[in-house]
């Protein structure tokens, strides 16, 4: 008998005394491969020399790390898989239960965050407690004592009048959230308008209820009955859920509890009913609305100002130091300068920095303490910087 060949397109030959021979070979091109750093990848053997099975051994200091590792070893894996026309069993697919003191931490970082409100590191990013809404449990009110379910009606009323009325409403596109509210007169005028920009990070949900909030708090000492008209069924649902874990629709409550006469109907987006389309419009145009900077905040944050720091660093000052021994840099004055204690704010720690300065710039209060604190920087600068 002569020698006998066949054409393989598909695997690797089975069967008989060589197949796991050949197998070993098309198998040692994927243990071989160029695999990223801290991937490797293990053969085990479910038969005598017969490697068929793949494991992957995968590290990295962080979740996202390792997610990103494994993303680019599947890849090369598949391309592989594809090239000599293998099939994947996923019946044996499993990943390993991640070391306990990963999952320790995971729980420690979690509990900090969320229940101590404590600034915490995960995946080499500052996690603020700040930034996020804290969630709330358990009852407010004792169930008997909770009676505001008769003034909110999320049924379509027969009609939405305009007169005497409030309408409220959200909005959130690439530009950011928007919320607001506008209040009609007994002759159908606008009276009072209110418009709030929140973060990019707040959801819609977020902005109707502000919305809501802050028409209540703006009528809360009418001596009249409060009509106020919402398009946001889920924020009425959640106005009526004694439960409700949101710090704003329980403080929404509480401001209901305590005033009998005002009311909250549902009214239907989008219907080209006037009261509605002004909020809505009022809610999209703060979203392009740009928040003026004072000089005193421009300097302060761009560290370009009458500090000893700055001066310096452009020779017109022959020191960088302030006149109380430390270096004057914008934080110096803001935080521990003796001469400036009148206007100081709690000094952050490093990785914190950033977010303490978002925090001075989303506080009205805080701003106007930065402000002060600048003006005494500039009207006194023989102090600060010496004559």
């Not at 007169?163 to 009276?191: H, M, P, R, V």
């Not at 809610?283 to 905040?297: D, F, M, N, V």
């Not at 430390?326 to 803001?334: E, I, K, R, S």
């Amino acid at each position: 008998m002569g020698p006998f060949s066949w054409p393989q397109t598909r695997g690797c030959a089975q069967g008989s005394c060589s197949g796991p021979a050949f197998w070993n070979l098309v198998a040692d091109n994927i243990l071989n491969a160029d695999w990223p750093p801290d991937v490797h990848l293990q053969a085990f053997a479910d038969d005598f020399a017969f490697a068929d099975d793949f494991a992957f051994v995968i590290s990295h200091r962080t979740k996202k790390g390792v997610q990103e590792l494994a993303k680019k070893a599947i890849q090369i894996f598949s391309n592989w898989v594809t090239s000599n026309k293998f099939e994947i069993s996923l019946i044996k697919l499993n990943t390993w239960i991640p070391p306990l003191h990963l999952t320790l931490s995971k729980e420690a970082k979690n509990i900090k965050i969320t229940r101590l409100r404590q600034p915490a590191i995960i995946n080499d990013s500052l996690i603020d407690p700040s930034d996020y809404e804290e969630i709330l449990r358990g009852h407010q009110f004792h169930p008997a004592d909770f009676k505001i379910d008769f003034r909110i009606s999320t049924e379509p009323a027969p009609n939405y009048p305009i007169e005497n009325s409030i309408y409220t409403d959200g909005s959130k596109t690439t530009d950011g959230t928007g919320s607001a509210f506008c209040s009609f007169d007994d002759l159908g005028q606008l009276k009072t308008k209110w418009l709030g920009k929140l973060s990019q990070d707040n959801n819609i949900f977020q902005a109707e209820l502000l919305a809501i909030h802050q028409a209540i708090l703006h009528h809360i000492n009418s001596k009249t009955q409060v009509k106020i008209w919402s398009d946001s069924l889920s924020s009425l649902q959640a106005i009526l859920n004694p439960t409700s874990p949101h710090p704003l629709v329980r403080d929404i409550q509480k401001q209901l509890q305590s005033k009998n006469n005002i009311y909250i109907g549902w009214v239907k987006a989008h219907i080209g009913h006037y009261g509605n389309e002004t909020a809505d419009e009022l809610a999209k145009k703060q979203l392009t609305k740009l928040h003026k900077w004072s000089r005193g905040e421009i300097m302060f944050f761009s560290e370009h100002g009458p500090f000893p720091s700055y001066l310096r660093r452009f020779n017109l000052k022959p020191t960088d130091l302030c006149n109380c021994g430390d270096v004057g840099t914008p934080l110096h004055y803001a935080t521990s300068c003796i001469l400036t204690e009148s206007w100081h704010f709690k000094k952050p720690s490093t990785p914190n920095l950033l977010h303490w300065k978002k925090g001075i710039l989303k506080n009205k209060g805080a701003r106007i303490q930065l402000g002060k604190l600048m003006d005494f920087l500039m009207n006194n600068d023989d102090l600060i910087n010496g004559s």
